[in-house]
């Protein structure tokens, strides 16, 4: 008998790393570099306590790859630096441009893909973002979503099952 786990899937720009806010867009702008990187508000502490009962990944989608205006290396370094700082087991990634891509969000690829590898419950299981294509993708592969709400992310019609304004409410939600 294959037994299941459950997982908390966390986008990574703007729900575990702080962003660049484009206030003339009005849109988030992911961080390039090692020397931008800062942890958003009490991740470290949630997520340690997550970890005791769930596994952790990281769903990330990094189009600027495929769009030659960032480098696999640089996503690569801030991944890892993320791993050293969090007690996330595994950071799945989409490098991909293309909105038909089924491992990019909003479609839910990853999700899938995580699911195979690590023989997860989706129905048990959390999607956690800051935008309406993690959200998305957490309702197509039938996961609870979870919306981190931001100045760029109101008054979208999302229906996430919980909103939450701090990743410590998190613990309010999910019982560990
Ligand atoms: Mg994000």
Known sequence: MVKYKNAIFFDRDGTLIKSFYSSKKKIPIAIKYLKDFKIINNAKRVIKKLSE???????????????????KKNV???????KENLKIDDIFVSYSSNDNNKMRKPNPGMIFLAKKKYKINLKK????????????????????????????????????????KD?????KIIRV
């Open 53 to 71: 009962k769930y596994l952790i990944l990281v769903i990330t989608n990094q189009p600027d790859v495929s769009r030659r205006k960032n480098t």
């Open 76 to 82: 690569l370094k801030i991944n890892s630096r993320l």
């Open 125 to 164: 299981s959390f999607v956690i973002g800051d935008t309406h294509k993690d959200i998305i993708a957490g309702k197509k592969a039938k996961c609870k979503t979870i919306l981190l709400k931001k100045k760029y992310n109101q008054n979208l019609n999302l229906n996430p099952d919980f909103i939450i």
């Open 167 to 171: 990743l410590k409410d998190l613990l």
